[in-house]
């Protein structure tokens, strides 16, 4: 959630960022939070004055009636009683003024970081980095449903029978494949700092809103309705959240967690050829990173989660690119996205495996995550996570990419994971 001072003292700059990310009428939507702001000052000026006033008369109540003067004290009491009745009124205009403006500032997204290119889809978004060459494959090369079903090791028809489209069942060499991804990059996240953590998969509503997927991602969650839970979409939101409502010291900072989770999107209305097979799942498992740091060294922080997520893919020998996210295609939540895309040569384009995120103070706001600075006071901090990775498109991507006439071949820094070297 935006901070009101922010939008208080930088009314154009606001305007201007939110129109970036193709915010709609973001000229009237933020004069009518600062006329809000404003009418609730004066409502709290107005009570603090009167409180005042009525605390004054009390002490003259309390020296009249020391000195007998019993008829004018009466006079003061009734003055008094009209007084806070005045005040609950001032009290109660405040309370549904504040209200009013919650409403409006929780449907404000992020402003993006000034680097962050104008423009509306991915058409527009900005390349940083792109291989030279891309992998080739012979005629017969087959895209990864196809291979799936040859070698026995991803069944989509039987996880439709048991739940639907969109929630394959791995099996045999697919199975330990899945485990083996896990496993890498869990242990490469430790080898870089990151604490592990087992978190539940079902959240609640102050959850949901934390990270800002609620309300704004509300109909794309799947929601246990007696419960009132929901399904995570990523590990960011249960693993960020452990620290909702907590004032951190300095010496604890950066916090680095990392987790593994299967998550879970409705993805209503997606379908054609664009998400078969392994593109886009209702269920998929990934592997998060989380870092909560200090605002003045949270995009050092970005880049070093970047870097991360290139290693993985380099050591996995897959071709990847690097895309920085227009305003139109950021989420809700972030002030800058990096988006890393592996090449699927079988299908010949690029599939989006990871995007690494600074939240600035986004979602610090929205769940009171603050911290003691050297000079005692109490700070929002800066929120980071990213995918690392997610395991449908790079699991497609190795499939397709390696295969072979009489296989295909793992990438060698998975066989001590996996405990073969190819699928056949």
Request: glycine share 6%; charged share 25%.
């Amino acid at each position: 959630m935006l901070q009101l001072s922010h939008i208080r003292d930088a009314k154009s700059q606001a305007i201007e960022a939110l129109k970036k990310k193709n915010f709609a009428h973001p000229d009237t939507i933020i004069e009518k939070i600062l006329l809000l702001d404003e009418e609730k000052r004066k409502c709290q000026l107005q009570a603090d004055n009167t409180l005042a006033l009525s605390n004054d008369l009390s002490k003259q109540i309390g020296e009249l009636m020391k000195t007998g003067q019993k008829q004018e004290a009466e006079i003061k009491k009734t003055e008094t009683v009209n007084l806070k009745t005045q005040i609950k009124t001032l009290t109660d205009k405040q309370t549904e003024i504040e209200q009013e403006l919650y409403q409006l500032l929780v449907t404000l997204p992020n402003l993006p970081h000034s680097s962050v290119p104008a423009g509306k889809s991915a058409e527009d978004n900005e390349m940083i980095y792109e291989p030279k060459n891309l992998p080739t494959l012979p005629d017969s090369a087959q895209p990864h449903w196809e291979l799936i079903k040859k070698y026995d090791i991803i069944d989509f028809e039987l996880g439709n029978k048991i739940s639907g489209a969109g929630f394959p069942v791995y099996k045999n060499k697919g199975a330990k494949l899945q485990r083996a991804l896990i496993n890498f990059f869990l242990d490469l996240a430790a080898a870089a700092g990151y604490t592990e953590i087992q978190a539940p998969i079902l959240i609640n509503k102050d959850s949901g809103f934390g990270t800002g997927q609620l309300p704004d991602k509300d109909g794309q969650m799947y929601y246990a309705s007696e419960d009132n839970l929901y399904l995570i979409p990523t590990a960011e939101v249960p693993i960020t959240n452990i620290y909702r409502d907590v004032i951190l010291k300095v010496d604890q900072l950066p916090i680095k967690n990392v987790g593994y989770t299967p998550c879970f999107r409705r993805e209503a209305g997606s379908w054609g050829a664009h998400v078969r097979g392994l593109n886009r799942l209702h269920q998929f498992d990934k592997v998060e990173i989380v870092q909560i740091t200090e605002p003045d060294k949270s995009y050092v922080t970005l880049d070093e989660m970047v870097n991360h997520v290139k290693q993985l893919l380099e050591k996995l020998q897959l071709p990847y690119r690097i895309l920085r996210l227009c305003g139109g295609d950021m989420s809700f939540s972030s002030a800058l996205t990096y988006d890393f895309e592996v090449y699927s040569a079988a299908q010949k384009r690029w599939l989006e495996v990871s995007s690494v995120s600074n939240f600035e103070t986004f979602q610090s706001n929205r769940m009171k995550l603050r911290y003691k600075s050297e000079d005692g006071k109490t700070k929002l901090l800066h929120t980071l996570n990213g995918s690392a990775l997610a395991l449908p498109r790079v699991v497609a991507s190795l499939l397709e990419n390696n295969q072979t006439k009489d296989g295909i071949l793992l990438p060698e820094i998975l066989h001590s994971y996996t405990g073969f070297e190819t699928i056949v």
